[in-house]
T-cell receptor, first 113, second 110 residues
Framework: EAQVTQNPRYLITVTGKKLTVTCSQN?????MSWYRQDPGLGLRQIYY???????DKGDVPEGYKVSRKEKRNFPLILESPSPNQTSLYFC????????????FGPGTRFTVT | GENVEQHPSTLSVQEGDSAVIKCTYS??????FPWYKQELGKRPQLIID?????GEKKDQRIAVTLNKTAKHFSLHITETQPEDSAVYFC?????????FGQGTELSVKP
């Protein structure tokens, strides 16, 4: 089954504790990206990657890091989480560039206390 | 930078009526304009998209129109049904980045 998976699905952590949210897709897609969703602000792109070892900033990259060492995986790293990073996070993938259907993961609800 | 404004933020219609959601954008280089539907507690899913070389595209009860000169595009849903109730997002592709609108919460009353 073609899918995008994210782990964990729910996470509560404290300020400053580094963590990683994993994202994996099995569709051999080149394009992968991370979004955060906040009420009234829609979906805002954090980082995107057009292929292995190629990553670029989206609209809200501050406080986040990503890596793309393998085509199927695109982890999101929060080096020192802060309360303003409390949000719902989605990973997505598509073929080639962002100009094709984005397949979203199930989302990760992340709370920083 | 690129920006997308989506209106209205909420929309309530009677079952069977039509619904229209409009997005305006600033980046004239954008060439891809998708619409996503997000049901409560679920992930966004693509419902229709259009490219800049096309002015209109239809898929059953859903249509999207694009006016590149005026830099706006709209989602049209005809004969609305209760299962159309959801949040709808427009988006544009600008230089590899996908920029989403703020979302429209559509409520279809039986």
């Amino acid at each position: 089954e073609a899918q995008v998976t994210q782990n964990p699905r729910y996470l509560i952590t404290v300020t400053g504790k580094k963590l990683t949210v994993t994202c994996s897709q099995n569709m051999n897609h080149e394009y992968m990206s991370w979004y955060r969703q906040d009420p009234g602000l829609g979906l805002r792109q954090i980082y995107y990657s057009m292929n292995v070892e190629v990553t670029d900033k989206g609209d809200v990259p501050e406080g986040y890091k990503v890596s793309r060492k393998e085509k199927r995986n695109f982890p999101l790293i929060l080096e020192s989480p802060s309360p303003n990073q409390t949000s719902l996070y989605f990973c997505a993938s598509s073929r080639w560039t962002g100009g094709y259907e984005q397949y979203f993961g199930p989302g990760t609800r992340f709370t920083v206390t | 930078g690129e920006n997308v404004e989506q209106h209205p933020s909420t929309l309530s219609v009677q079952e069977g009526d039509s619904a229209v959601i409009k997005c305006t954008y600033s980046d004239s280089a954008s060439n891809y304009f998708p619409w996503y539907k997000q049901e409560l507690g679920k992930r966004p899913q693509l419902i229709i998209d259009i490219r800049s070389n096309v002015g209109e595209k239809k898929d059953q009860r859903i249509a999207v129109t694009l006016n590149k000169t005026a830099k706006h595009f709209s989602l049209h849903i005809t004969e609305t049904q209760p299962e159309d109730s959801a949040v709808y997002f427009c988006a544009i592709l600008g230089g590899g980045k996908l920029i989403f609108g703020q979302g429209t919460e559509l409520s279809v009353k039986p």
